[in-house]
């Protein structure tokens, strides 16, 4: 067997795990330094209760013949699309039918899967900085071309810099499938209704499809920016919406998400014929996948009950006091920030124009404060670090302090 040769192609990913050997040595080398960890990218506070309950019965229902589910549908079990639905976009004042939401078993897989059902000739937007999900599994279905200085020369790469304040906008050329995340890991930052407007302005125009990464949307407080892309008139037409509860409800372990294929939303064949792009997920999902456990998704559908709202909107908050904090002290020690307010994490430039590594190891060696270097996210996150809100507050307090301390009137 000849191997899919594009994995070649990509080159490994030493982000997370240089990060890792870095801690590792340092700790090593300074056995009694108090590392706090800002760079955690992952939630720190357990299920909410009303989910924690709702999974146990559903074991239970597992254990008797009357109550025992085997495959679920595919496409999710109705009783947690309705409350979806519902939740998320009828009460929002949002038209999506429940038959248009499919149940996963989390975005990852389904921002990587979702490169099944448009061709591999397809001209693909992602932002840099961005997610590496979106490049890294494109690049795998052969839609990268060749790495070329670190970009791959058929993807479009849509710059995040100062001037645009993070927020990617259209570009002057055709592509088929745009990725966009908001609010943005890394960048923090969050689209506001006109800006998005211009990116369904555009998709429609082009006949492209934007696939929408919300998996952050539970973190936005702001009333007047938009939790969801379909809150934008003309997205039904253009748009794929793809969200968690790993972030919003604490699911990272427990694996469930979602994502809305609208009904009203075209790809084109060769000849040029509409084809529904939800048949063909549906097609794929039937195809490749087996439902998402049945057990989870009664835990998920508990986070739709007041009580269940209340525990996550709770959580959330916590994190958001954190991410505030963060931001706050970070711009009185005198660095520029970006993100912080509707996300968990802050976009931090570096003072005197070092580089992301050089930050890295001058917070650890001087305030013993992990980050993410922001180089690590694409090009244009060089110079950056990405601090979280997830750690404690008591730790968070206490990594400010640090930060004060060195930099406040020594930059
Ligand atoms: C964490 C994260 C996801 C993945 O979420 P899962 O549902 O746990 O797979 C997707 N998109 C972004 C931007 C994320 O940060």
Avoid at 158 to 179: E, M, R, S
Avoid at 299 to 307: H, I, K, M, N, S
Avoid at 321 to 349: C, H, L, Q
Wanted: glycine share 8%; with cysteine; hydrophobic share 35%.
């Amino acid at each position: 067997m000849q191997i899919n040769d594009n994995f070649e192609k990509l080159p490994e990913s030493y982000l997370f795990s240089t990060v890792a050997a870095k801690l590792r040595a340092y700790k090593e080398a300074n056995p009694e330094a108090d590392v706090i960890r800002m760079d955690i990218g992952d939630v720190t506070l357990p299920i909410p209760q009303k989910a924690i309950t709702a999974m146990h019965r559903a074991v239970d229902d597992m254990a008797e013949k009357t109550t025992f589910h085997g495959y679920g549908p595919e496409q999710g079990y109705d009783f947690l699309r309705k409350a979806v639905a519902e939740n998320d976009y009828h009460k929002r004042g949002m038209d999506i039918d429940a038959n248009d939401i499919f149940i996963s078993d989390g975005a990852k897989s389904d921002l990587g899967n979702l490169g099944d059902i448009y061709s591999e000739d397809s001209i693909v937007a992602v932002a840099d900085p961005g997610y590496p999900v979106y490049v890294d599994s494109n690049v795998i279905d052969g839609r990268g071309g060749k790495l070329i200085d670190g970009r791959w020369s058929r993807f479009v790469y849509l710059d995040c810099t100062p001037a645009n304040g993070f927020k990617p906008v259209p570009p002057a050329c055709h592509c088929d499938v745009i990725f966009l995340c908001s609010p943005n890991n890394p960048t923090g930052v969050t689209f506001n209704r006109s800006e998005l407007k211009a990116w369904i302005d555009y998709a429609l125009r082009e006949k492209a499809v934007i696939i929408y990464d919300s998996a952050y949307c539970a973190y936005i407080t702001d009333s007047e920016l938009p939790h969801s892309i379909y809150e934008i008139e003309g997205a039904k037409e253009c748009a794929i919406e793809v969200r968690s509860f790993s972030k919003t409800a604490g699911f990272t372990g427990l694996r469930c998400g979602y994502t809305v294929v609208p009904s009203t939303l075209f790809g084109y064949d060769r000849a040029g014929n509409p084809v529904s792009l939800r048949k063909l997920w549906l097609r794929r999902q039937t195809t490749k996948f087996n439902g998402a456990s049945y057990v989870i998704q009664r835990g998920a559908e508990a986070l739709y009950t007041p009580e269940g709202k209340e525990e996550t909107a709770k959580n959330v908050a916590y994190y958001l006091e954190n991410a505030s904090m963060i931001r706050t002290t970070m711009t009185e020690a005198g660095f520029t920030v970006y993100g912080g307010d509707n996300s968990p994490y802050i976009w931090v430039k570096s003072p005197s124009g070092e580089g992301s590594w050089e930050l890295f190891e001058r917070l650890l060696s001087e305030a013993r404060i992990s980050c993410t270097p922001g180089v690590g996210f694409g090009h244009l996150g060089e110079g950056y670090i990405r601090l979280t809100g997830f750690n404690t507050h008591e730790n968070t307090i206490e990594a400010m302090k640090r930060i004060l301390e060195i930099f406040k009137n020594k930059k």
